[in-house]
Nanobody, 123 residues
């Protein structure tokens, strides 16, 4: 079993930056890939970014490429999402997820989820 706890959300003006963190406990952190998803009000949960167990491979949805960076520190059992040049359309609850059994972009494939952290970008 894995427990995931997100932090770092908040209110920021458009153009600003935030760094989200997700701390993991339980299974050996370096044994599984991690992802970030987000869900805006009345919208489906959508893939944002993913990172392989080693950190060697990263993947992003097109709308955040060049603005967001996913990284991980296996010694600290933590995955990060650095978000720069934030836009109002980035406003959502952001979730970290662990151990995808299949496609990394599909929320249905992930075995473990955090409780989410709110990110609000004002215009």
């Amino acid at each position: 079993q894995v427990q995931l706890v997100e932090s770092g959300g908040g209110l920021v003006q458009a153009g600003g930056s935030l760094r989200l963190s997700c701390a993991a406990a339980g299974r050996t952190f370096s044994s599984y890939a991690m992802g970030w998803f987000r869900q805006a009000p009345e919208k489906e949960r959508e893939f944002v970014a993913a990172i392989s167990w080693s950190g060697e491979y990263t993947y992003y949805t097109d709308s955040v490429k060049g603005r967001f960076t996913i990284s991980r520190d296996n010694a600290k059992n933590t995955v990060y999402l650095q978000m720069n040049s934030l836009k109002p359309e980035d406003t959502a609850v952001y979730y970290c997820a662990g151990d995808p059994r299949g496609s990394y972009w599909s929320a249905y494939e992930y075995a473990y989820w955090g409780q989410g952290t709110q990110v609000t970008v004002s215009s």
